[in-house]
């Protein structure tokens, strides 16, 4: 049988690490009634394992987290009123279906909806002489007026081009990021689109659970990324995550979200182990 005694042997010692150091943290707990923390020594032992496996931390991981709840989430869902009393409204337009969406056509516009998901296009010359404040008004003007904008998103990034803006919101619970839910508005040339995924509704249970050290999400990565390559941590944080992308409703478990040049990794936060990679 082959075996690949270097890794196996790495992940015995990360788990006698994360033994030693969850046994510490229950001592730690029991005896007082405050959060433990990783001590520098413990924190270097664990960031020589990892580089020892080619992962290497480019960043400072986030501070030991309070417990949190599980949350119950309900889907944003668009449907054939809302882009009919919000957009259209009076005009003349063409409706079909195409690929389970359906598409509305109405002057220089295009609305595609799917079940949980809102897609807009317009094409005009007045986009083609806005500057870039001006395309950013537009965008903020536009969400409003066409009751898109939401009272939990918040801007997480604009970028400014030659030709063009983007802004993008994502969507906030208690300070902690809710996955999977966004608006992307952008301006580009003579074009105008904005792409919208929400929750209609957070809704946290009454239980709350121990959340995991940053630290040992990034420990996941010894033995889930692939054995030559070499991962460089961009970006840790701390959120919410719903695994079911065809459900309208469910619970979205913590999650920490590990950005690397290798990819996307999302930690479940109560367990530390794997809930998606991509």
């Not at 006698?16 to 229950?26: G, K, P, Q, S, T």
């Not at 949980?116 to 969400?143: H, V």
């Not at 390559?229 to 719903?242: H, P, R, S, T």
């Amino acid at each position: 049988m082959n075996m690949n005694w270097s890794k196996a042997k790495t992940i015995m010692i990360v788990t006698f690490i994360f033994l030693n150091l969850l046994l510490y943290a229950v001592v730690v707990k029991t005896h007082e009634p405050q959060m433990s923390k990783l001590s520098s020594k413990d924190f270097a032992a664990i960031e020589r394992v990892l580089e020892e496996n080619n992962i290497f931390l480019s960043i400072s991981l986030p501070e030991k987290a309070p417990p949190m709840p599980l949350v119950k989430v309900k889907r944003e869902v668009f449907d054939d009123k809302f882009v009919l009393d919000h957009f259209i409204k009076s005009k003349d337009y063409r409706k079909y279906e195409n690929s389970g969406e359906t598409v509305f056509e109405f002057d220089s516009t295009t609305i595609k909806i799917g079940h949980f998901s809102f897609f807009f296009q317009e094409k005009s010359d007045k986009f083609l002489n806005m500057t870039s404040s001006d395309k950013e008004r537009y965008i903020e003007d536009f969400l409003k007026q066409h009751f898109l904008k939401e009272k939990d998103g918040q801007i997480v990034k604009i970028e400014r081009k030659s030709k063009g803006v983007t802004i993008e919101y994502r969507q906030f619970y208690n300070g902690y990021f809710v996955d999977d839910s966004f608006i992307k508005a952008d301006i580009s040339g003579d074009e105008f689109t904005v792409y919208k995924k929400w929750f209609e509704s957070v809704i946290p249970e009454k239980d709350k659970k121990e959340i995991v050290d940053a630290i040992f999400a990034v420990l996941k990565l010894v033995e889930i990324k692939p054995e030559k390559a070499v991962v460089k941590i961009e970006d840790v944080k701390l959120g919410y995550y719903f695994n079911w992308p065809n459900a309208s409703k469910g619970e979205a478990v913590p999650v920490w979200k590990i950005v690397s040049n290798e990819g996307i990794y999302y930690i479940n936060a109560y367990t530390g182990n794997l809930e998606r990679g991509e």
